[in-house]
C-alpha cells in the first residue's frame, strides 16, 4: 500500500488533500510543458488537462492544440481560472467533475495529461482507467507523479493530528505502516507501483523516467545557487541518479 486517507486523527486539510495549484507561472512550469509538447503532439491536438487547478496548462496548451479542456473536482478553483481565463485572448473550456468519472465519451482526446494529480484522487487505478478510456487510439496520457524515493515528502505531514505544510525529509523512506501515518493525505509511487496502475489496460508505455524540480522558489533568491543545482541535477536525469528525481514521467499511448 502506497497510501492512506486522513483519518480523525488526521482531520481533512483541503491544500494537503487536493494539493496546491500552479498559481504563477515559472521556469519549472515551462521546462514541463517542453517535455509535454516532446512526447505528445499538441499542435492541432483535442487535449484534457486532468485536474487542471485553475487551468495554467490548460491556457499554455492553447497556443497550439485545437482545443483544451480543464477539469478539476474543486469548484473553487474552475471558478477563479474562468475568471483569469477572461482576460485571455483565447481560452480553453473548464469543467468541475472527478478524476475517476471523466464526463467525457469515449476515445475522445489525443493527449491526456495528469500533472501531479494521481497521488491525491480517492481512487488511483479508476483514474488511471478513466485516462485510457476518453483516449483516442494512438492518443497520449503524460503523467507526472510524486516519486517514492525521492528525499523529501513535498505535500507536508501530520503529526499529532495535526498538518504541517513544508518539505518533509525521508518520510518517503519509511515502511509503508509507519509512512501513511505521517503522509495520510497523499500518495508517493516507486516505478514499478506507478505502472502497475495501468495493469490490463489497452496501451504500450512511450518512456518513463524521472525529473528533478525547478528549483524556482531558491533561484529567485540564490539565482547563482540556482543555475548550478539546475545543470548538476539535470544531467543526472541521464545517468541511474535519475531514480532520485523529484517526480515521475510516465508517457503511455492507447493501443
Not at 20 to 31: I, K, M, N
Not at 86 to 105: D, F, I, S
Not at 122 to 128: K, N, V
Request: charged residues 25%; aromatic residues 10%.
Amino acid at each position: 500500500m502506497e497510501h492512506a486517507t486522513a483519518t480523525a486523527t488526521a482531520p481533512y486539510d483541503r491544500a494537503a488533500d487536493r494539493g496546491v495549484p500552479s498559481l504563477v507561472w515559472r521556469f519549472g512550469q515551462d521546462r514541463r510543458l517542453d517535455m509535454i509538447r516532446q512526447w505528445a503532439g499538441l499542435e492541432g491536438a483535442v487535449v484534457l488537462v486532468d485536474g487542471c487547478g485553475i487551468g495554467a496548462y490548460v491556457q499554455k496548451m492553447q497556443a497550439v492544440a485545437a482545443q483544451v479542456i480543464g477539469l478539476d473536482i474543486e469548484w473553487e478553483r474552475i471558478h477563479e481560472g474562468v475568471q483569469q481565463a477572461r482576460q485571455a485572448p483565447k481560452h480553453g473550456l473548464l469543467h468541475v467533475g472527478a478524476c475517476e468519472a471523466l464526463p467525457y465519451r469515449d476515445r475522445t482526446f489525443d493527449v491526456v495529461l495528469s500533472h501531479e494529480v494521481l497521488e491525491h484522487v480517492q481512487d488511483d487505478r479508476l483514474a488511471a482507467a478513466e485516462m485510457i478510456r476518453v483516449l483516442k487510439p494512438g492518443g497520449r496520457a503524460v503523467i507526472f507523479a510524486p516519486n517514492r524515493l525521492y528525499p523529501f515528502e513535498t505535500h507536508g505531514h501530520y503529526w499529532r493530528g495535526r498538518y504541517h505544510f513544508g518539505n518533509t525529509p525521508l518520510i518517503n523512506y519509511l515502511p509503508d505502516p509507519l509512512r501513511n501515518r505521517l503522509a495520510p493525505h497523499v500518495r508517493a509511487y516507486t516505478a514499478t507501483g506507478l505502472r502497475r496502475l495501468f495493469d490490463g489496460l489497452p496501451l504500450r508505455v512511450v518512456t518513463h523516467g524521472q525529473v528533478y524540480p525547478g528549483y524556482d522558489n531558491l533561484s529567485a533568491r540564490r539565482p547563482r545557487l540556482g543555475r548550478v543545482l539546475r545543470t548538476v541535477t539535470y544531467a543526472l536525469e541521464r545517468s541511474p541518479l535519475r531514480y532520485f528525481g523529484l517526480s515521475h514521467l510516465l508517457v503511455i499511448e492507447r493501443c
